[in-house]
């Protein structure tokens, strides 16, 4: 359920408020009695206990105490899994509508609460026959703060419904999220931000030779698509695009070199990258951003018949690249070098990948954060790295040197399609860079990008990782 995002002048003496202080000593008078205020102090300082709830009958009022962090990051995250904690709170109670309170929270604390609570409210119970006794029932929440202003509200909102789209979109099954519903999504999002957008379809595809791309289609009886999302507005600051290609493998079987069942339960989502980079585009149209944004989602899925690409195949890239397959089920590194490949058209100034393409840096660093490489786009990544502690979508940057590079040798093509298991996710990104020019970022999102578990406000399935990351790194540039 969406949630109504709005600025207060003013609190209600019957409404539901939550009130976040960051001392018991610094908390409203005229919202709770003085009993009430020494009830809160005593167990505060006593017994450290930091969340009250006042039934006062006709609402409530929840008041949060936020200890300090030496780190503004850490603080922003602990308040969003605050956040987390309250909308379960308040789901609970069923309580459909209150205001935040927080007069001496500064404007970015009082955001991350925010996201916490409207991230952590998320629910996919589309396939749920009796939906009544699990939907959540916060519809809207209203900020009292002299420091938030609507236009902080209007922006958070954007960012925050492209999130949950992403969402959306990876927790789909794929037997409705398949290659022509997900280009149809994104055509959908396209008409509602004011994006230019342009499929192009097998037959494009073959004619400009994609055999990346062709070759992993080849086992499906769904065509394979390439989108092309533009955002241009009149009045832009970087005079080239920025452009961001996302993995789009609606799902994974691994090819002729099957995955076994384990590992093949959640595959659905091997198309997080696109999902993620179609509503980081999408929102910064929906933001009005003067950004120059392109976005490219190589799209198909990665199936076996007997027409299946195999081990031992040649293949020709768009560049004119020969790749020896080695593996079928290294199959989004391969739609992707067509996708880059294909971005140098476009004379980028910076070219940012995303997909979840190895298992290996899923074991290097888990969930907790997004394994990154670089080339020549050094000033980029560091400012992705501020923009991913901000966020709390952590960058782990593992070194690039060429002689990875030298692991993809192959004796009868130009190179390999994947190298040794040692250092995977390395290896992956250095068959990227071969099909790049430009300045370019790669993300390994493979290890957060789904969860299995709830992992508080970025709830179960598909997480939307990165939409928060790369909006705040571009909205940055300006």
């Known amino acids: 359920m969406k949630i109504n995002l709005k ?30 205020q020494s009830h809160i102090r005593e167990n505060y300082n006593q017994r450290d206990i930091k969340q009250f709830i006042f039934n006062k009958l006709s609402h409530f009022v929840l008041v949060r105490i936020i200890p300090p962090e030496n780190d503004d990051y850490k603080l922003w995250e602990s308040l969003r899994k605050i956040g987390d904690e309250v909308q379960i ?43 009544s006794k699990k ?52 055509e959908e999002m396209a008409a509602e931000s004011g994006i230019k957008i342009e499929v192009l379809n097998k037959k494009k ?51 002729l070199n099957l995955k076994t069942g384990p590992n093949m339960e959640n595959m659905k989502m091997d198309m997080a990258g696109a999902a993620m980079m179609a509503a980081v585009i999408f929102a910064i149209a929906k933001a009005r951003l003067p950004l120059y944004i392109i976005a490219l989602m190589p799209v198909t899925d990665n199936r076996l018949n007997g027409n299946a690409y195999a081990s031992g195949d040649i293949i020709t890239m768009y560049d004119g690249t020969t790749v020896e397959v080695i593996n079928t089920d290294a199959e989004g590194r391969l739609i992707l070098a067509d996708a880059l490949s294909y971005a140098k058209k476009f004379n980028p100034e910076l070219v940012v990948n995303a997909a979840t393409l190895t298992g290996s ?6 969930k907790y954060g997004i ?19 901000r966020t709390y979508e952590r960058i782990a940057e593992v070194p ?39 300045p370019f970022i790669h993300l390994d999102i493979a290890g957060p990008a789904f969860t299995e578990k709830r992992d508080s406000y970025r709830n179960t399935g598909g997480t939307g990782i990165g939409v928060r990351l790369l909006f705040d790194f571009l909205k940055n540039k300006l």
Do not use: C
Not at 371 to 389: C, F, R
């Open 7 to 36: 600025k207060t002048n003013s609190v209600p003496s019957d409404t539901n408020v939550i009130l976040l202080a960051t001392d018991a000593e610094k908390i409203e008078n005229n919202i709770l009695t003085k009993e009430e």
């Open 89 to 131: 709170t308040l789901n609970a109670m069923k309580i459909k509508s209150l205001i935040i309170v927080g007069n001496e929270m500064k404007k970015e604390d009082i955001l991350a609460f925010i996201e916490g609570i409207i991230l952590g409210n998320y629910q996919f119970i589309k396939y749920l026959n009796n939906k």
């Open 135 to 186: 939907i959540n029932n916060l519809e809207e929440v209203n900020i009292h703060s002299e420091v938030i202003e609507e236009n902080d509200l209007l922006l958070q909102s954007v960012v925050l419904d492209a999130v949950i789209r992403a969402r959306d979109m990876i927790n789909e099954p794929v037997s409705f999220m398949n290659t022509k519903k997900l280009t149809q999504t994104f």
């Open 205 to 255: 595809i073959e004619s400009l030779k994609m055999g990346g791309l062709l070759a992993v289609n080849k086992g499906s009886v769904d065509p394979p698509a390439l989108t092309v999302m533009e955002w241009k507005p009149e009045h832009y600051v970087n005079q080239k695009p920025v452009i961001l290609v996302g993995k789009g493998v609606v799902y994974d079987t691994g090819g």
């Open 361 to 366: 840096a899923m074991r290097a660093i888990g």
């Open 371 to 389: 394994v990154a490489m670089h080339s020549d786009a050094g000033k980029d990544m560091e400012a992705l790295k501020i923009s991913g502690n």
């Open 400 to 438: 690039f040197w060429e002689e990875y590079g030298e692991l993809l040798k192959s004796e009868i093509a130009d190179m390999k399609n994947i190298g040794p298991p040692e250092a995977g996710m390395i290896t992956a990104g250095k068959f990227l860079e071969h099909f790049t020019d430009y």
